[in-house]
């Protein structure tokens, strides 16, 4: 069996994966998760809104204003059925309610499935 | 006399550059993919404007940075969580069940997530009261 294109096409495939990632990506955005308990794993990710330590909002790691935010994740989300269509809310620890609570009554009004992305209490019994 | 030339290595080995190329990249793909997902889901239905609050007879809690409250009445943090439990036991509908959650403008969201954590595991289901921006023209 010819082996020796093999390594190409696994780099080649590498690489359209590594773009495909790098398309979503968010790492530049600086913000540190609250703290939970009882944490799950998101059924499905179709978006993603980020307000970090800037109070500024991101979707899918592009600016966005909060007033625009529900007609955008309207139209990103489209007629996807209930349960496909959650949002992922990356929420620095300290932005005020006057910043994050207008993000939620978006996500809300776009028919999204809040899933607030949360890092696990040191100490579970310290959380009320 | 005849000198004799020294072989040298021309060419590098490139048999094993896909190999390790591969072992690369797959390493940055570990790196680059462990991104926080784990979190908890919750359902907020739209928020209630001001003037439809007096027909609703669900329970409102006020949230401040340092103070939360129950239908008005001030509690300690480690009171409000027996207190809501309490309150929410007695409804039997889930509309009974809506707690309207009313944040000033300066509540932090780690103080914001744990309450409606304590509302939502008490079998309270969060709504948001978000105060109506309005223009006020003066001549």
Same mark, same amino acid.
């Given at each position: 069996m010819p082996s020796m294109a093999m390594g190409d096409i696994a780099f080649l495939l590498l690489i359209f994966i590594v773009l495909l990632a790098r398309?979503? /990506?968010?790492? &530049?955005l600086v913000w540190q998760p609250a703290t939970g308990t009882e944490l799950v794993k998101p059924a499905n990710r179709n978006a993603s809104v980020v307000i970090d330590k800037q109070n500024v909002t991101y979707l899918n790691g592009r600016p966005v204003q909060v007033e625009n935010l529900a007609a955008e994740l309207e139209a990103l989300l489209g007629d996807l059925p209930a349960g496909g269509r959650t949002v992922l809310f990356k929420v &620095?620890? /300290?932005?005020i309610a006057e910043f994050f609570e207008p993000a939620i009554e978006a996500v809300s009004e776009a028919g999204g499935e809040l899933h607030h992305v949360l890092e696990p209490a040191p100490n579970p019994s310290a959380v009320p | 006399m005849k000198l004799r030339r020294p072989k040298y290595l021309?060419? +590098?080995? +490139?048999?094993a550059m896909n190999d390790i190329a591969f072992i690369l990249i797959v390493f940055f793909l570990v790196c680059a993919s462990v991104e926080p997902e784990d979190g908890r889901s919750q359902v907020i239905p739209r928020s209630e404007k001001n003037e439809d609050r007096q027909t609703s007879q669900s329970t409102e809690v006020g949230l401040t940075p340092a103070t939360v409250t129950i239908d008005g009445t001030p509690y300690r943090l480690n009171e409000f969580q027996s207190r809501i439990r309490q309150i929410l036991a007695q409804k039997k509908t889930e509309a009974e069940r809506v707690v309207v959650l009313k944040s000033q403008a300066d509540v932090p969201y780690e103080h914001w997530i744990a309450m409606t954590g304590i509302i939502e595991r008490a079998g309270g289901i969060v709504t948001l009261l978000l105060e109506e921006e309005q223009t006020v023209n003066l001549n």
């Open positions: 398309a979503r /990506d968010e790492s &530049h &620095h620890k /300290d932005v | 021309v060419e +590098t080995p +490139t048999s």
